[in-house]
């Protein structure tokens, strides 16, 4: 059994004791099934460190603390290595994906938002995020809810259609009176 062939679960003598989070399974080299991963694209240590935590973390500064690796190294890698270029993108998919299951739950199955009172907690309430919802939607299904700005004439051309043959019909009027003088 290969590194990306092991699955994301841990197992102590044949019981499955737990999901690993996705950076540790990332640092252990495992991924979901046999699909390759940006953090095994690159040989290098602190490269698939540096991808595993971009992967989870979504930014440069934050996977630079969390692998203890210079952010400047990164940018040299992205110049200087293709591989490592093309399993950085893996990562940023990857962070995608993440981030968009972090909107997905804001804003459709919702989050506990805490009241206070005199400064404790007393209780919370499901709140959901409509702005997440919207811009998530938009994503899914421009088509549908793209935000359809009208730049038309009264006819529906656009724009430039319509001044077009605005300018067009003025042009014929003035030579029309030309001919007739």
């Known amino acids: 059994m290969t590194a990306t062939d092991r699955p994301l679960s841990t197992t102590t003598r044949g019981t499955t004791v737990g999901i690993l989070s996705p950076w540790a ?4 080299g495992r991924t979901c099934g ?3 991963n940006a953090a095994l694209e690159s040989s290098n240590t602190k490269k698939r460190a540096f991808l595993a935590a971009f992967a989870t973390a979504g930014g440069i500064r934050r996977a630079s603390k969390l692998s203890k690796v210079d952010w400047r190294s990164h940018y040299h890698w992205l110049e200087a290595d293709e591989d490592y ?3 950085f993108e893996k990562a940023r998919q990857l962070a995608g994906d993440f981030a968009e299951e972090e909107v997905y739950r804001r804003a459709f199955l919702g989050f506990d938002h805490p009241v206070t009172h005199q400064g404790e907690i007393t209780t ?4 959901y ?3 997440l919802a919207i811009f998530f939607l938009k994503g899914l299904k421009p088509e ?3 935000d359809n700005l009208n730049l038309s004439g009264s006819v529906g051309l656009p724009v430039d259609d319509f001044y077009n043959r605005i ?3 003025r042009l014929a009027e003035q030579q029309q009176q030309e001919k007739e003088s």
């Not at 399974?25 to 252990?28: E, G, P, V």
């Not at 919370?124 to 709140?127: G, N």
């Open 85 to 87: 270029k093309a399993a």
């Open 167 to 169: 300018a067009e019909r």
């Open 25 to 28: 399974a990332l640092q252990k």
């Open 144 to 146: 549908r809810y793209r």
């Open 124 to 127: 919370t309430y499901k709140d």
């Open 34 to 36: 046999t699909r390759s």
């Open 129 to 131: 995020s409509d702005t």
